[in-house]
C-alpha cells in the first residue's frame, strides 16, 4: 500500500458561474506528504480542495491521483482513497459511535475506537455518560465546536483513506490538540498524505510543502524556509 496518494494538479482552472477563482494551478503532492494551503479569505482554497473528491469538476487542466486523472476513476474507487472533513461539519442526531462510522458503516468498533484516538477524540468521548453510545443533538448531549471537528476528522479516518483532507478542521481544537493530530497523522500506517488548510500559520509552518494561493492564483509552493525568502505573500500572512 505504501507510495500511494500522489496527488498531482496540472494547469487546474475553475469558475463559478463564469467568475475564474482558480487560475492554472500546477502542484504535486508525494505520497505521505502533509501540504498545507494557506492564503486570505476567497484565495480559492476550499474551492480547491473540494475539487479532488469533485464536489465539482475543473474547468480546464488535470487532476491526477496515484497517476489516473480522477474523471477516470469510478465513484466508488474516488471515495476509497479520498476522506474530505468539510469546513461546515455536520453530525447527526444519534450516537457517537454511529456518527463516525457514517460512511463506512461496516466499521469495527475498534477501527472506530483507534480513528478516535488518532482524531484526539477518544478521551472526551469516554468522559461522555454513555460513551461511544452517547446520543448527540436533540435530547442528547451537545459537543463543543472543536470536539465536533475531532468527531468529524475520526469520521474521515474510519474509511482509511489515503488522502485526508481537512478543510479548517481544527480551527476550533487548541494549538496543543492540533499538535497531537497532526502526529498521529504523520504516524498513520499508510502514509496517509494530507492536505491541511488552516487560518492559523503556525498549522501549517511544519508541513512539508505549502501552498500560498492569492486570489485564485498559486503564488508561493515550497516549505516555510523557502517562502519566507520569497514569497511576498506568505511573509505578509507571516507578520500580521
Ligand atoms: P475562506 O474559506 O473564507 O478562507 O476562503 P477560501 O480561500 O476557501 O475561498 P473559497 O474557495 O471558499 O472561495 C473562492 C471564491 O469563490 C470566493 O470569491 C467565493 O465568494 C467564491 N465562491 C465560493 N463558493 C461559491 C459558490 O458555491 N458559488 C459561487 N458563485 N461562488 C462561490
Known amino acids: 500500500e505504501a507510495g ?12 463559478y458561474e463564469g467568475e475564474p477563482v482558480l487560475k492554472r494551478i500546477t502542484f ?27 464536489f465539482y469538476d475543473v474547468d480546464g487542466g488535470t487532476i491526477k491521483v496515484d497517476g489516473q486523472d480522477i474523471r477516470d476513476l469510478e465513484p466508488k474507487q474516488l471515495r476509497e482513497k479520498i476522506a474530505i472533513v468539510p469546513q461546515k461539519t455536520t453530525l447527526f442526531t444519534g ?10 458503516e461496516g466499521a469495527t468498533f475498534e477501527e ?17 455518560p454513555d460513551g ?5 443533538g436533540q435530547g442528547g448531549v451537545n459537543l463543543s465546536g472543536g470536539q465536533k ?38 504516524a498513520y500506517a ?13 498549522s501549517v509552518m511544519d508541513a512539508d510543502l505549502i501552498v500560498v494561493l492569492d486570489q485564485g492564483e498559486l ?13 511576498d505573500v506568505y511573509q505578509q500572512i507571516y507578520r500580521s
Open 28 to 54: 504535486t503532492c508525494n505520497p505521505g506528504d502533509t501540504v498545507g494551503i494557506i492564503g486570505s479569505t476567497g484565495s480559492g482554497k476550499s474551492s480547491l480542495v473540494n475539487l479532488l473528491p469533485r
Open 149 to 186: 471537528q475531532r468527531v468529524s476528522i475520526a469520521r474521515a479516518l474510519v474509511r482509511n483513506p489515503e488522502i485526508l483532507i481537512l478543510d479548517d478542521s481544527t480551527s476550533a481544537v487548541d494549538v496543543a490538540t492540533e499538535a497531537k493530530i497532526k502526529e498521529a497523522l504523520k
Open 112 to 128: 472506530v475506537e483507534q480513528a478516535a484516538k488518532m482524531a484526539q477524540a477518544h478521551d472526551f468521548i469516554t468522559g461522555t
Open 4 to 15: 500511494n496518494g500522489r496527488i498531482e494538479f496540472e494547469n487546474v482552472s475553475f469558475s
Open 95 to 104: 450516537t457517537i459511535l454511529e456518527n463516525i462510522q457514517w460512511g463506512r
Open 219 to 231: 503564488v508561493g509552493y515550497g516549505t516555510h524556509d523557502e517562502l519566507l525568502k520569497t514569497c
Open 190 to 202: 499508510k502514509g496517509l498524505t494530507c492536505l491541511l488548510i488552516a487560518q492559523r500559520i503556525t
Open 132 to 136: 461511544y453510545n452517547t446520543r448527540l
